[in-house]
């Protein structure tokens, strides 16, 4: 199957490990061409070069703290002057630090606020337009599953996540006719050094093994096993491609069964 992404130009926040990488990784194989962000120039020259060797028509990364809004600014100038245009945006970020939903406080909730939500639609309000005015566009938001069945530890995230899911679906409604897509592209757990970090917390409240609790977590996957950025990144691929003209609005899950609503 040809995805048609050959020359697409795509900028991938948080690019340089776990799940944007695999979704970068997916687009590379496919000959886009590529900008990614994170907040090392180091590490990203590094995922750049690879990216590169693994196909990418072109690849370069920018210096972009999802802290910081002046840094989404900074980012979209970088991306356009790099690519000439985004075609593709992948909104991702890392995650926010585990708690019980009593134990957030005002102060995480604006902080990762800032991560979560406000950075993510300034870059997608300065890029969405010219895709709109193209007539293509690709917007895939990096989310969890989460945001249909609530982690009782990651809080913060359910609370959070709420937000950009319900501003995703209000806008994909607005953009579509101009053939502009946003989806959420949801990974039950996937392993990464996020994965790592909420295991390591998780076994020190249960008092067990770190391996235990991988362990656990994996029994209670039908697939029984945690996902590989393997698993993820194709389907974020094949969502931007010319094949997911039709599928926008909606939360695709990669979770190995994991969820097991209807919904
Ligand atoms: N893995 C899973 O199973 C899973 C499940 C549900 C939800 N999620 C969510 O998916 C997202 C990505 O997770 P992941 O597993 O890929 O995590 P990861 O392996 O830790 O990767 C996070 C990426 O985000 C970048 N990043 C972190 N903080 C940043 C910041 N302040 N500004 C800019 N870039 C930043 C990192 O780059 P640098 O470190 O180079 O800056 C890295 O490229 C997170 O929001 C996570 O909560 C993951």
């Known amino acids: 199957m040809d995805l048609g992404l050959q020359g697409r130009r795509a ?7 776990g799940l944007g990488r695999s979704i970068a990784d997916a687009l590379a194989g496919e000959g886009a061409a590529l900008v990614i962000s994170g907040r090392d120039q180091g590490r990203l020259d590094q995922a750049a070069a690879e990216l590169k060797a693994a196909g990418a028509a072109s690849a370069a990364g920018v210096v972009a703290d999802v802290a910081r809004s002046a840094d989404m600014d ?14 593709i945006l992948v909104l991702n970020h890392g995650g926010p630090p585990p708690c019980t939903a009593s134990q957030i406080t005002e102060e995480a909730l604006l902080e990762w606020f800032q991560h979560i939500v406000v950075s993510p639609i300034r870059i997608a309000n300065r890029l969405i337009p010219a895709m709109r005015e193209r007539g293509w566009g690709r917007v895939i938001v990096v989310g969890s599953t989460g945001m249909q069945h609530p982690i009782p530890t990651l ?3 359910n609370t959070l996540r709420a937000s950009i899911w319900g501003w995703l679906k209000t806008l994909s409604g607005e953009v579509a006719k101009d053939g502009v897509t946003m989806n959420i592209l949801a990974p039950g757990t996937i392993q990464t050094d996020r994965v ?7 076994a020190k409240q249960k008092g067990v093994s770190f391996e235990a609790a991988l362990a656990e977590a994996a029994a209670e996957i039908p697939a029984g096993r945690l996902g590989t950025p393997a698993d993820y990144g194709p389907m974020g691929a094949f969502l931007a491609s010319e094949k997911g003209a039709y599928i926008t609005g909606s939360m695709i899950r990669v979770d190995g069964g994991r969820v097991r609503g209807m919904v």
């Open 74 to 87: 900074k980012l979209a100038d970088a991306a356009l002057a790099a690519l000439g245009g985004v075609d």
């Open 196 to 202: 790592t970090q909420t295991t390591t917390v998780r």
């Open 11 to 17: 900028l991938v926040m948080g690019g340089t490990k």
């Open 155 to 157: 809080a913060l995230s």
